[in-house]
């Protein structure tokens, strides 16, 4: 009932925008405890939990194996496309996976979870598009958006923050339909 100390979570960086939603539920039933949130990839976060260097970790958990870590599904997760608010595609609200190809593109790092996701789903739509920008940061990313010349692929759940990133719009990215369980 009165838990001190500090609660260090690894997480992808993917997991931002759920990740206060999160801090508030524990913040609010145990005031005491400090959060600490880094972010990190999923070897690192594997290698801290069994260190007891983390306490938690929020990660992708389709096709991961997590060994003889315990695991608890908080949401699935869709993929969609930030874009400049500059009449790309119109008023559209989805767009395919082939079609967000032929736009210019900055993503995540190719040695990234969260970028290998998006390859698959390109090449499954038979595309491999090159970026112009790759950046270990998804915020960096959106703020390259915001200068109207690039697109991104965001997780759907951002839409919760986009206002945050003036001259955006988000669409919902389908053909094919993307889920990942986070937990």
């Known amino acids: 009932r009165n838990l001190h100390g500090h609660l260090r979570i690894?997480?992808?960086p993917m997991s931002s925008p759920v990740l206060p939603i999160i801090n508030h539920l524990f913040?609010?039933?145990h005031p005491g405890v400090q959060?600490?949130?880094r972010f990190v990839g999923l070897d690192q976060?594997?290698?801290g939990l069994a260190n007891f260097a983390l306490d938690v970790g929020v990660t992708y958990l389709d096709h991961q194996p997590m060994g003889r870590l315990k695991s608890l599904?908080?949401?699935e997760g869709q993929m969609s496309l930030l874009l400049p608010d500059n009449g790309w595609l119109g008023s559209r609200t989805s767009v395919t996976w082939a079609e967000a190809a032929e736009l210019p593109l900055c993503l995540l790092q190719p040695a990234m979870h969260e970028r290998q996701i998006v390859d698959e789903a390109f090449a499954s739509a038979?595309?491999?598009p090159t970026?112009?920008?790759e950046s270990d940061s998804i915020i960096n990313l959106a703020f390259h958006v915001m200068q109207g010349e690039l697109a991104t692929v965001i997780p759907a759940h951002f839409a919760s923050i986009v206002g945050a990133f003036?001259?955006?719009r988000q669409v919902m990215l389908v053909e094919p339909e993307i889920s990942q369980k986070v937990g």
């Open 73 to 75: 599904a908080l949401y």
């Open 166 to 168: 003036s001259g955006t």
């Open 131 to 133: 970026p112009r920008v």
């Open 35 to 37: 959060i600490d949130i």
């Open 10 to 12: 690894g997480a992808m």
């Open 126 to 128: 038979g595309c491999n």
């Open 45 to 47: 976060m594997k290698v």
């Open 27 to 29: 913040s609010s039933r």
